[in-house]
T-cell receptor, first 117, second 111 residues
Framework: GAVVSQHPSRVICKSGTSVKIECRSL??????MFWYRQFPKQSLMLMAT?????????EQGVEKDKFLINHASLTLSTLTVTSAHPEDSSFYIC?????????????FGNGTRLTVT | GQSLEQPSEVTAVEGAIVQINCTYQ??????LSWYQQHDGGAPTFLSY????GLEETGRFSSFLSRSDSYGYLLLQELQMKDSASYFC????????????FGKGTKLSVKP
């Protein structure tokens, strides 16, 4: 089945530093990948849509200058949290799908738990 | 709006059947998906209903009634490993990956 790999799984950083999270589709090409965020005991919220070869599309309220997205190839998207603050501490999960139809399921990476101290 | 409502918690015993309901607002509806997420893990796709009726996949089934703006996930022969959070979700604006998730139902399966 389709596999999405995310790295790192866990990161602790100091306030003011930047953190890069990688998301790879291992056995399929993904022109589009999706970055979600999940706060403890809450639902998943879409942050942005990563588009290969073009700019990402950000959801309302998500700062594009703070959450930098790069989709350099058909199998890799990266999310960089710049100048991280404690309120950015969250579970970040990427996803992609090998198909385009609405009935084609999203496959999620295992997530990155970011803790900003 | 496009929000979804589901119960926050459900408890059941091993071997039992449990139904997790999800109601949604009708604006721009393109179908209902269900995802399972164990604590600290990734969400895993369970099912997708675009049309009314029941979809069965092993012990799990999902139902949709568009006229009632309502769906449910049915889990049969519950096992301890089914303890997890279950999310209903809907595509936003017809986009496959732009999913709006419900707040999740935490299922606890007891021996």
């Amino acid at each position: 089945g389709a596999v999405v790999s995310q790295h790192p799984s866990r990161v602790i950083c100091k306030s003011g530093t930047s953190v890069k999270i990688e998301c790879r589709s291992l056995d399929f090409q993904a022109t589009t990948m999706f970055w979600y965020r999940q706060f403890p005991k809450q639902s998943l919220m879409l942050m942005a849509t990563s588009n290969e070869g073009s700019k990402a599309t950000y959801e309302q309220g998500v700062e594009k200058d703070k959450f930098l997205i790069n989709h350099a190839s058909l199998t890799l998207s990266t999310l960089t949290v710049t100048s991280a603050h404690p309120e950015d501490s969250s579970f970040y999960i990427c996803s992609a799908s090998p198909g385009r139809g609405l009935n084609s399921p999203l496959h999620f990476g295992n997530g990155t738990r970011l803790t900003v101290t | 709006g496009q929000s979804l409502e589901q119960p926050s918690e459900v408890t059941a015993v091993e071997g039992a059947i449990v139904q997790i309901n999800c109601t949604y607002q009708t604006s721009g509806f393109y179908g209902l998906s269900w995802y399972q997420q164990h604590d600290g893990g990734a969400p895993t796709f369970l099912s997708y209903n675009a049309l009314d009726g029941l979809e069965e996949t092993g012990r799990f089934s999902s139902f949709l009634s568009r006229s009632d703006s309502y769906g449910y996930l049915l889990l049969q022969e519950l096992q301890m490993k089914d303890s997890a959070s279950y999310f209903c979700a809907r595509p936003s604006g017809g986009s496959q990956g732009n999913l709006i998730f419900g707040k999740g139902t935490k299922l606890s399966v007891k021996p």
